[in-house]
Structure formats: C-alpha cells, structure tokens
C-alpha cells in the first residue's frame, strides 16, 4: 500500500507532502533530542479531514504526530515511529469569540498572540504565557502555563471544553459552555496535558479575562538565591496579586546584560508584574516593595511605561536564546521541575550546585510563584561527555524534587525527556494512566512512544 497515495485519496493532494525539506522540519522540536523523520506530513483543513485520517491511520495501524509550531522541549512531536507528521497551521481560525460569556473557540492552529491581538478589541486577553508564540492546541496538549499562572492558572485551568478525535475517527466533545458541571467525568482534566497520545484536538473553548485597568512591572535584586525566594513568598504570603513573579539568578542576569544590551545588576533578581486598579495596586506594590527590603534588596525599580514592560520581559523570555546565541554550535538541556514553595529555596541551590559541580556552563530561572523552576545546561550534543554531564545535572534535579513531593515536569511535558521518571512519580497510578490509553487508542497509533512507557 501506498501510504501517500492513499491520504491523497482522502484530502486534497496539495495537503499531503513528502518533500524533504518539510519533512526534516517536521522531525525535531528545539529540545536537544535526536531528531526522526516522519514518513509524510499533512495539513488537514477541519475536523472531518483530521477524522478521516485516523480512521485510515488506524484501521492500517499508522502512527499519527500531531505538529503545531514545534517549541517543545521534551521531543513530544518528533515521530521517532515515523509515520504521518499532521501539521494543523491550516487550522488557525478564531471561530467565536463571546465577550459576555469571557470565553473564546479556535481551533489548534491559533497561536497566543494571533489571540491576543484579535481579543485586544474587546478589551480583554489570554493569559497563558509560556514564552514561545505556541499554538493553543499545543498548549492544550502539554498542559503549558509560563509566567502568568501564580494568578490566572495553568492550561488545563482555562480550558472549557475541547472537541477531539479519537484514534478511530470518533469526535467527542469533553465540555460546554458553563462556567462549572457536577456531571460526569472531568474529561477536559484527562486530554489536557496528554501529548497528543489520546486524542487529537480540533477545537478548543479557552476563557478569557478583561485587560487590567493598570499594569506595572519591577524587578528586585538581591544578596543571595534565598533572600528572593524567601522575598517572593513574603509577597504571595500577604496576598498581593502579583500577576508574574520570576527569578533570574546572577549567570542568567549577565547572559541577558550581553545579549539585550541591558545593565542590570549581575545579581539574583526577581522580575514581577502587578495587575489592578489606580488606587489599590499603588498599595500592593508599596507593600511589596517594603517586603523586599526586608530581606536586604539591592534595588527595586518600576516599569510602568508599556515599552519598558515589554523589554522587561522580552529579555526574560529570550534568556534560552541569548544562551543559544552566545554559545554558537552548542545546545541548551532545558530541565523543568516543580516543588512546594516551602522547598523551593533548598531545590534552587541544590541546582546551582548540580551545574557547578557538572563544569558546564549554566543558569537556574523560574515561575517561582508557583515553585516551578529551570536550568539552563550548556552543552555539545555532539561530545558524549557534555551528554553525559548535563543529563546527570537533569537527573539530580529531578530526583531531588520527587524526594520532596515535586514531579518532574511542571509545565515542558512528559514526551520522551521525562518518560523515565514516570514510574517514579506515579506508582500504580502509572498502571491505571497505562489502561486508559490502550482503552482510547488500542491499536498505539496516536503519538506512540511518549508519555506512557507502554507495555
């Protein structure tokens, strides 16, 4: 059987490709896993298109990687079984936007700013901010969050429904409309985060929120790692609504200094925002300001100009690039736990630890509001030894969150980088995880290899 010839049949053949360029972009994310072809890349057009490929794939036993724009860091879209790549940028429509009901549908190829620009009309924005202009249905699929979620939440918190094709073609929805539901099972909780591996989503109902009255972002230097943690908590522990709270320590402040052109001070600083009204948030943010010095701030200084925010963040959100950049021929190992906020001091130093003692070159930053934390590991992926180093970095920064009741991937995804842990974390659970993917997708088609060690 012809395989292409065969899914020309089903959508239209300019919808179908195997031109090598396409498919060598389809065989990698920007992790540093090993790249694979996949043996075809389509575009389906709509859900019935997405339907009547995998009801073909299945009933041929073909593997099906879902594909958004490829900004994983786990290798959850490389097709390591090749193949069918399905590629959704031909479905990026916003369907419906309701801004009475704050919500919004779209389908999969939406990215987060394509979003946001459209929702700015209506005076309101989506707040999952994972860096990356991802698509939603990427996000959906990993569970993604960034630094906006110690306020608004993570993915799986937005989501209000999803419409989703099972691997023999059947559509489901997992949701409605309403704000809340006691009736059955919470599947948009199960699809969210799954990688692709039950089902495939061709449509997502995301919420949405007003724009604040007043947005003003600082950023806060200080002596040491624990005087910005122990800062941090302070100001999530008075209830200030702090909507973004990072930590970039001193190596990362001065990759940022070199590659943005900035004069930070080279010292661990926390990057934060505040959303809210005139009145109240001058409040808050004296508040915070006053916590910061408590523990000895080196400085404390507002951004309330828009484009001053913007570089604020844009020099925290390029820091994996500004390390790409600066290390020309190398490659980042990008890890990515979570802890309780009470371990977050200990799980920070023990990573910066880790990096020192490996003798690459490295950073620890992260979403400390909610105790999800990164390293950045320097290394030739070409060199066994550089390999070997920072997987033993990932190994020890793993291993020390699951000893303090963290998990082994906070908002990055499982795809095959985490797979190894998964035992580790869940337990029996992993069994119970193990019979409902064999209950959606019997026949092991739907991005086979990822999440789930299967049997």
Known sequence: MNIVQELKRIIPEEQVTVNETVLAQHSHDESHHDPHLPDVVVYPSDTKQVSDILKFANQHQIPVTPFGVGSGLEGHVIPYQGGISMDFQLMNQILEIRPFDFLVKVQPGVTRSQLNKELKKHGLFFTVDPGADATLGGMAATNASGTTAVLYGVMRDQVRDLEVVLADGTIIHTGGLAAKSSSGYHMNGLFVGSEGTLGVFTELTLKVYGIPEVIMAARAAFPSVKQAVDAAVAILSA????????????????????????????????????????????????????????????????????????????????????????????????????????????????????????????????????????????????????????????????????????????????????????????????????????????????????????D
């Open 239 to 454: 209830g200030i609504p702090v909507a973004r709270i990072e930590l970039i320590d001193a190596r990362s402040i001065g990759q940022v200094n070199h590659h943005s052109g900035t004069s930070y001070p080279e010292a661990p600083t926390l990057f934060l925002e505040f959303h809210g009204n005139e009145s109240g948030l001058q409040q808050d943010v004296e508040f915070a300001q006053a916590l910061a010095k408590e523990e000895e701030c080196l400085g404390f200084k507002f951004e309330t100009d828009s484009l001053q925010r913007a570089q604020l963040w844009e020099a925290r959100h390029n820091l994996a690039y500004a390390f790409i950049h600066g290390n020309p021929g190398k490659k980042l190992m990008l890890t990515d736990v979570c802890v309780p906020l009470s371990e977050l001091t200990g799980a920070i130093e023990n990573a910066r630890e880790a990096i020192t003692a490996s003798g690459l070159d490295g950073a620890v930053l992260g979403h400390i509001g909610d105790g999800n934390y990164h390293t950045l590991v320097i290394m030739d992926p070409a060199n066994s030894s550089d390999l070997q180093r920072a997987e033993d970095v990932n190994h020890a920064i793993v291993e020390y969150a699951l000893s303090r009741g963290g998990t082994c991937t906070g908002e990055h995804g499982v795809g095959v980088g985490k797979m190894k842990y998964q035992r580790q974390e869940h337990g029996q659970a992993l069994d119970v995880m193990n019979n409902l993917k064999k209950m959606f997708d019997p026949n092991n088609i739907l991005n086979p290899g990822k999440v789930i060690p299967r």
